[in-house]
């Protein structure tokens, strides 16, 4: 069972930054695409932002283009998400998957627990 940990998320002011971490236990995480999704309350699971295997190509959401920059450490198996000028709106649970780079799309298999990311004015 391949395992997905999130963390980073908490409670921070309008314009305020924050890092989130993705581990995982995917044996084959190094030739794995990854993305990062959210759902907002009462919304459905969104993609915000996505790497692909080498790290060399990132995609992002309209929303978040310029706040958000994703990463990853294959030696140690993390993805990150930091996110800068956060609004109101960014309000959500930050999930991390497995993608398919074509479309953005997360790939079968249970999801982590997630982590809240919650941004007040």
């Known amino acids: 069972q391949v395992q997905l940990v999130e963390s980073g998320g908490g409670l921070v002011q309008t314009g305020g930054s924050l890092r989130l971490s993705c581990a995982t236990s995917?044996?084959?995480?190094?030739?794995?695409?990854m993305g990062w999704f959210r759902q907002a309350p009462g919304k459905g699971r969104e993609f915000v932002a996505g790497?692909?295997?080498?790290?060399?190509?990132?995609s992002y959401a309209d929303s978040v283009k310029g706040r958000f920059t994703i990463s990853r450490d294959n030696a140690n198996n993390t993805v990150y998400l930091r996110m800068n000028k956060l609004k109101p709106e960014d309000t959500a649970v930050y999930y991390c998957?497995?993608?398919?780079?074509?479309?953005?799309?997360?790939?079968?298999?249970?999801w982590g627990q997630g982590t809240q990311v919650t941004v007040f004015s």
């Open positions: 995917r044996r084959t995480f190094r030739s794995s695409a």
């Open positions: 790497i692909s295997a080498s790290g060399g190509i990132t």
């Open positions: 998957k497995v993608i398919t780079w074509a479309t953005r799309t997360p790939l079968g298999g249970s």
